[in-house]
């Protein structure tokens, strides 16, 4: 299986609880024959896409040129057989980062395709799980979880999967043990 691990993990925390909880999921891969690619979004040093990417983008789709550097994110997304996001609840979604890389990934042609005026994913990916914290409580207001889901379905994706540890800055909150209540949650089916 090929897992591509999406780290949105940035944090003044040392380490980042997130990234906690991160490291926690994938421990559940060490044994597999799977690959992993471990994609550090900050690291990836990504723009918004201004009106000159807009154009070049554009033009490359309308030529098919799908093999353009400029598509590398998107291919190796619709190539993913499982996607792990962990990303920190952020004003009220996530890091910037993550938006900047989805408008990197949604290319028609590779990662989705238009049929019959509707949206028609393109991606192998069998389930995306997202993992992330949050300092106060988010309860039914996700909605950085509810745009991924979204996306995930535009692009295929059937399935989706949440693990949270939210309220971990109301004061007097047990850190470590809601972490640990979050760890104890997760679990990959079957080994995968």
Request: hydrophobic share 40%.
């Amino acid at each position: 299986m090929n897992i591509l691990l999406l780290d949105a993990c940035v944090s003044t925390n040392h380490p980042s609880r997130t990234r906690i909880l991160c490291e926690n999921y994938m421990e559940q891969y060490k044994t597999t024959q799977d690959e992993i690619a471990h994609v550090v979004l900050e690291d990836l040093g990504l723009a918004p896409l201004t009106t000159q990417m807009l154009e070049k983008r554009n033009k490359l789709i309308e030529e098919q040129k799908y093999d353009d550097e400029m598509f590398a994110l998107a291919r190796q997304f619709q190539k993913a057989d499982r996607v792990i996001l962990a990303a920190p609840f952020w004003d009220m979604t996530f890091p910037s980062v993550v938006k900047i890389y989805i408008e990197q990934i949604m290319i028609g042609g590779i990662t989705f395709k238009y049929e019959d005026n509707s949206a028609v994913g393109l991606c192998q990916a069998d389930k995306l799980v997202y993992i992330m914290t949050a300092g106060g409580y988010v309860g039914e207001q996700n909605l950085g979880y509810e745009y991924i889901k979204s996306i995930a379905d535009m692009l295929g994706i059937e399935e989706t999967e949440l693990y949270c540890g939210e309220g971990l800055d109301i004061w007097g909150a047990d850190v470590d043990k809601i972490l640990e209540d979050v760890c104890q949650e997760m679990h990959v089916p079957n080994g995968i």
